[in-house]
């Protein structure tokens, strides 16, 4: 069992910056590969960015490469996603996520993820 708790949204300037933290429970941390997700008002669930077990590896969605770096300390049991150049279409309740078995190719997709946190809002003012 993996409880995931979000924070470090809030509400920035286009061009501005935010890093997110995710915070998560229990000892296997460093089983679980990580992925970023977010959400707009009447969209779908889309993918931002997904890390490996060990962080050697990382994988971005099209519309954040360049943009947005997601890390990872298995020593505090967190992944972050540092987000730069913010723009308005970013806006979105973000969400971190743990799969025991996603790969990059697999990580753009909900499926793999098992648990889920509660959701940070961003908000990007134009």
């Known amino acids: 069992q993996v409880q995931l708790v979000e924070s470090g949204g809030g509400l920035v300037q286009a061009g501005g910056s935010l890093r997110l933290s995710c915070a998560a429970s229990g000892r296997t941390f460093s089983s679980y590969a990580m992925g970023w997700f977010r959400q707009a008002p009447g969209k779908e669930r889309e993918f931002v960015a997904w890390?490996?077990?060990?962080?050697?590896?990382?994988y971005y969605g099209d519309s954040v490469k360049d943009r947005f770096t997601i890390s990872r300390d298995n020593t505090k049991s967190s992944v972050y996603l540092q987000m730069n150049s913010l723009k308005p279409e970013d806006t979105a309740v973000y969400y971190c996520?743990?799969?025991?078995?996603?790969?990059?190719?697999?990580?753009?997709?909900?499926?793999?993820?098992?648990?889920w946190g509660q959701g940070t809002q961003v908000t990007v003012s134009s």
């Open positions: 996520a743990a799969s025991l078995w996603a790969t990059s190719k697999e990580a753009v997709t909900t499926t793999p993820y098992s648990y």
């Open positions: 890390i490996s077990r060990g962080g050697g590896s990382t």
